[in-house]
Each structure stands twice: as structure tokens, then as C-alpha cells.
């Protein structure tokens, strides 16, 4: 098993530019989850997915899009990059049932927008 | 809004001490995890406590879960230099408009010095 597979894992964007972050779990999971991480900081949630066809805003959304055609993948799109968006994007999935929710994380990607 | 209060935020000490990290919130919580994050890496889960009262050990590391299931303590003995790290703990419900969803402390930025 993979785990969490997220592709690139970086990328410098100029001002403007749009891109698409990949992430695929091979677990088989039913939540998968975008974060991103700020220098020093813990991790926002930006979107995340109860399964497939079906997703929902986290805390810090504005900037961004989903979608979850499949079980395995959850790609996060970036439309007109700005340089607040620069930080290290962590991708995770779960088997959420009951109260327990221990979810495993990608590689990150580190997106630097100038 | 639930919130976890993870203390102290930074942590530098030499090989052989001991120490303990906090996490507190006003909420309660069904489970709660403790991640462990390297630079460059995704964090990595090192235990789950669902129990009120509940203790676990890894190796070195012991984990607590307070008896209302609203905080927990991860205590590590005689720490070594690979120890170093971001600590993470991350709270789960049950129910509600926070059912698949972690609530994340800030983190502890550990460094162990030979």
C-alpha cells in the first residue's frame, strides 16, 4: 500500500496562475481531507469529503476548489494564485465510524506563489 | 467553535530529561490523537485514546486521556535527539457539525540536544 500519494510536491506559481494539486489514497477510505500548513503554524482545514460525489468548506476555503469523483482521488484546484496562498498543502484520509478518526497524511506539497 | 489549547508551544531540552505536553480544551471529545511530524514530512499518527482515564505507551512515550475525555498529556522519558520534532494532538466527535472533522492544536515544536 501507498498510504497518501500527493503530486507535486513543489511548485512555484506566479501571481495569477491556476494549478491542481493531486492526492490518491489507495485505503480505501471514506474522508479525505485537504489542509494547509503556515511556518511555525498547525493545519487549517481547507475542504474536505465524506465520499464520493460529496464535499464540504473547512475553515479556510476562499481561493479554492474540490471535487471527488472517486473514492481514491481528491484533487485540490487553485484558481488565480495569490502570494498568500504560499504554504505546504497535506492531503489525508480516514475510515471515520463512531468517534474515532485517525487519518493519514500525504507527503505535502510546497506551493510557492511570487 | 471547540478549541485545543496545546502547551507549551516550544520545548527545547537535552537528551536523558523528561517532559510533558499538554492539550486542553472546554470540550469534550470522543477521541483524541497524538501526531508527530518531521520537517519536510506529513504528520504521522503515534496513538489514539478513546477512554476516559485511559493511559497507552509507546516505548518511551506515555499518553493520557483526562477522565471527562476534555484533555490529555503526552510524556516522554529520557529523550533522545530523534524525539525531535512537531507534536500534534487532534480531538474527534461523535455527532455533530464536527463529525468527520479533527479539531487541531497548535502544535509543540520539540528539539532534543545531544
Known amino acids: 500500500n501507498a498510504g497518501v500519494t500527493q503530486t507535486p510536491k513543489f511548485r512555484i506559481l506566479k501571481i495569477g496562475q491556476s494549478m491542481t494539486l493531486q492526492c490518491t489514497q489507495d485505503?480505501?477510505?471514506?474522508?479525505m481531507y485537504w489542509y494547509r500548513q503556515d511556518p511555525g503554524m498547525g493545519l487549517k482545514l481547507i475542504y474536505y469529503?465524506?465520499?464520493?460525489?460529496?464535499?464540504d468548506k473547512g475553515e479556510v476555503p476562499n481561493g479554492y476548489n474540490v471535487s471527488r469523483s472517486t473514492t481514491e482521488d481528491f484533487p485540490l484546484r487553485l484558481e488565480l494564485a495569490a502570494p498568500s496562498q504560499t504554504s505546504v498543502y497535506f492531503c489525508a484520509s480516514s475510515y471515520v465510524a463512531g468517534g474515532r478518526n485517525e487519518q493519514f497524511f500525504g507527503p505535502g506539497t510546497r506551493l510557492t506563489v511570487l | 467553535t471547540q478549541l485545543l489549547k496545546q502547551s507549551p508551544q516550544f520545548l527545547s531540552i537535552q537528551e536523558g530529561e523528561n517532559l510533558t505536553v499538554y492539550c486542553n480544551s472546554s470540550?469534550?471529545?470522543?477521541?483524541l490523537q497524538w501526531y508527530r511530524q518531521e520537517p519536510g514530512e506529513g504528520p504521522v499518527l503515534l496513538v489514539t485514546?478513546?477512554?476516559?482515564?485511559e493511559v497507552k505507551k509507546l516505548k518511551r512515550l506515555t499518553f493520557q486521556f483526562g477522565d471527562a475525555r476534555k484533555d490529555s498529556s503526552l510524556h516522554i522519558t529520557a529523550a533522545q535527539p530523534g524525539d525531535t520534532g512537531l507534536y500534534l494532538c487532534?480531538?474527534?466527535?461523535?455527532?455533530?457539525?464536527?463529525?468527520?472533522?479533527?479539531?487541531f492544536g497548535q502544535g509543540t515544536i520539540l528539539t532534543v540536544h545531544p
Open positions: 485505503m480505501n477510505h471514506n474522508y
Open positions: 469529503s465524506v465520499g464520493a460525489g460529496i464535499t
Open positions: 470540550s469534550v471529545f470522543s477521541s
Open positions: 485514546v478513546v477512554t476516559g482515564g
Open positions: 487532534a480531538g474527534a466527535n461523535a455527532g455533530g457539525t464536527s463529525y468527520g472533522k479533527l479539531t
